[in-house]
């Protein structure tokens, strides 16, 4: 079993639909960093949490320390939100980062 | 304000070639680190510096190089490639401590026959 679970491994949505993406983990952690990587692109990171909630534009990202758990969400989902979104957690034992296999979202027009 | 820098973009190699990808960026960051990413699997780390003249190794260092002679630049050389290391690397760099923010770089499409 893998140390980060993300799910579901592939999304399809609407224009406009509100997006959630899971992440859960079972290592301590110091941080947990949500990265977004468009097809054929780089990757920008987007939050890094380690407690609470953050919120940018559309985009909040909320993390639950006790439960292992993170949760990233889209609102009023657009096309161009189409990306991989990707979860990482820095391990407290070890300070190295640990990725999620990503969540392939598609917004259709 | 560049951010990290990567090249070459995309690469195609003869098994037993060697090559170096170069990684660079302009933000004074103490920590960087090369990952590679393969279909289905996380971004995987390679190595990684925590300042100008150290390196570590990472979760899959086999075939792979690293030095750190500046805290610029962060080359991740490959001495004689073979077809397992066929994948897209990124570099990335972030300050020291866990409240850094990560910045990668555009990736580099390695392909080696």
């Known amino acids: 079993k893998n140390e980060v679970e993300q799910s579901p491994q592939n999304l399809t949505a609407q224009e406009g639909e509100f997006i959630t993406i899971n992440c859960s983990y079972s290592v301590g952690i110091s941080a947990l960093h949500w990265l977004q990587q468009h097809p054929g692109g780089g990757i920008v990171s987007l939050f890094m949490l380690s407690s609470g909630k953050k919120k940018h534009g559309r985009l909040i990202a909320t993390i639950n320390i006790q439960e292992k758990h993170s949760s990233l969400h889209i609102t009023a989902s657009h096309p161009r939100d189409s990306a991989v979104y990707i979860c990482?957690?820095?391990?407290?034992?070890?300070?190295?980062?640990?990725f999620g296999t990503g969540t392939r979202l598609q917004v259709f027009p | 304000n560049a951010g990290v820098t990567q090249t070459p973009k995309f690469q195609v190699l003869k098994t037993g070639q060697s090559m170096t990808l170069q990684c660079a960026q302009d933000m004074n960051h103490e920590y960087m680190s090369w990952y590679r990413q393969d279909p289905g699997m996380g971004l995987r780390l390679i190595h990684y510096s925590v300042g100008a003249g150290i390196t570590d190794q990472g979760e899959v260092p086999n075939g792979y190089n690293v030095s750190r002679s500046t805290t610029e630049d962060f080359p991740l050389r490959l001495l004689s490639a073979a077809p397992s290391q066929t994948s897209v690397y990124f570099c990335?760099?972030?300050?020291?401590?866990?409240?850094?923010?990560?910045?990668f770089g555009e990736g580099s499409r390695l392909t080696v026959l």
């Open positions: 990482a957690v820095r391990s407290y034992n070890t300070d190295k980062l640990i």
């Open positions: 990335a760099s972030k300050t020291q401590g866990w409240t850094g923010e990560l910045f």
